[in-house]
């Protein structure tokens, strides 16, 4: 082997190690430094505006995107006697309307949705294992996938009191006697600073928290 051809792969192998090295020290930073997770989404306190009566829903104006204020009236229900508005409970944008003008309704009957979308939040799932290294008040580099060039500012506003499992539907039952060990993850509340307009409710989203 010529000396040319051997000190190429010895520079080369010293680029490997080198990079090698760098990404662990790397690693072992962002471990000591920060706590991760992909399992977020964006959230929104929703309202729901339903029907206070059984009967015929006329001059409806729930359309999607309309912001409306609390208590405002956006129709009335006709039960052939007495005609009684139908009001928003808060305020905030309608993300979805499940009505129209001129159909019949129940007592009850879900008609529109709204959200408030001047206070976003994102809701991180943060394994069991890494609560004590997170405090309220932790700042947050926040990205979401619906506006994936932008990094967000935020803060830890609440962590939960019990792990997501606990409010599961269907709690997980052991009857084989055999028991497997799973990391369980406890919601976090994050603040989300000045959103843009393509950040909406449901989206996927990624945190990185400060310790």
Do not use: C, H
Not at 38 to 60: K, P
Request: hydrophobic share 40%.
């Amino acid at each position: 082997m010529s000396k040319g051809r051997l000190l190429l792969i010895n520079i080369i192998g010293m680029v490997v190690v080198l990079a090698l090295i760098a990404s662990g020290v790397y690693f072992y930073y962002e471990k000591q430094n920060y706590v991760k997770t992909e399992d977020a989404v964006v959230s929104a306190d929703i309202s729901q505006v339903v029907a206070t009566n059984s009967g015929l829903l006329t001059n409806w104006n729930g359309k999607e995107g309309k912001i409306v204020s609390d208590q405002e009236k956006l129709g009335k229900i006709s039960n052939g006697q007495q005609a009684l508005p139908v009001e928003s409970l808060a305020t905030g944008t309608i993300i979805k309307n499940e009505a129209k003008t001129n159909q019949m309704v129940q007592a009850g009957q879900v008609l529109a949705q709204t959200a408030d979308m001047n206070s976003l939040y994102i809701t991180a799932n943060i394994e069991e294992n890494d609560l004590n290294d997170i405090e309220v008040g932790d700042s947050v580099d926040i990205t979401v996938d619906g506006d994936s060039e932008s990094l967000f500012n935020g803060k830890i506003e609440e962590i939960g009191y019990a792990t997501n499992s606990v409010f599961s539907v269907l709690p997980s039952q052991n009857s084989s006697g055999t028991y497997t060990k799973v990391t369980q993850k406890v919601p976090v509340k994050i603040s989300i600073e000045n959103p843009s307009s393509k950040v909406l409710p449901g989206m996927n989203a990624e945190v990185k928290i400060s310790i």
